[in-house]
């Protein structure tokens, strides 16, 4: 990253987003039953670097890593539309840590950039799971459909008279 002697700044930046994220993570009650048994200041922490780490990486490794991060999400039972509301309020709470300097703009650039990237990988991993899913029911009904189907000829063919059996 092109940083100009400001990643102290922004490492505090992203810590202090990070922190006001998690305030509104656990104010909303429909969540809280995903961090019944999480460490959240663990959480937070591993998140706030993860984030860190992931803003250096090219677009195809944000894709990578934030596709892997949807399928946990998706198998985790969190509806992608609330998945999707917490990225908007990272973002809300990373741009309400942003002051106007000179350099602000390539970070405002870098970090949106970052976040169009992020839910588009998001949405692969809750994609890819949910066809699966769906191939799975699919093939299940296929499969009893046709079982039904066999069974119930092989019923009729026994209460047949044995005369018209082929």
């Known amino acids: 990253m092109e940083v100009t002697g400001s990643t102290k700044r922004l490492h505090n930046l992203i ?21 019944e ?22 677009k ?18 969190l509806p992608y539309s609330r998945y999707i509301k917490s990225f908007q309020t990272l973002l809300k709470s990373i741009y309400s840590q942003v002051t106007v300097q000179e350099d602000t703009l ?19 991993g809750y994609l890819q799971q949910m066809l699966e899913y769906d191939t799975q029911v699919i093939q299940k009904l296929l499969k009893d459909s046709i079982a039904e189907e066999f069974v119930n000829e092989h019923l009729l063919w026994i209460e047949q008279d044995p005369q018209h059996r082929p």
């Open 15 to 35: 810590s202090s987003a990070f922190e006001l994220f998690y305030r509104e993570l656990r104010n909303d009650p429909y969540l809280l039953r995903f961090f």
């Open 37 to 58: 048994k999480v460490d959240m200041k663990e959480l937070q922490q591993k998140q706030c670097d993860n984030f860190t780490a992931a803003l250096q990486e090219s």
């Open 60 to 77: 195809e490794e944000i894709l990578q890593r934030f596709a892997k991060l949807g399928k946990m999400h998706y198998e985790m039972g």
């Open 106 to 124: 390539w970070l405002v650039e870098k970090i949106q950039q970052f976040f169009d990237h992020a839910i588009e990988g998001s949405a692969l």
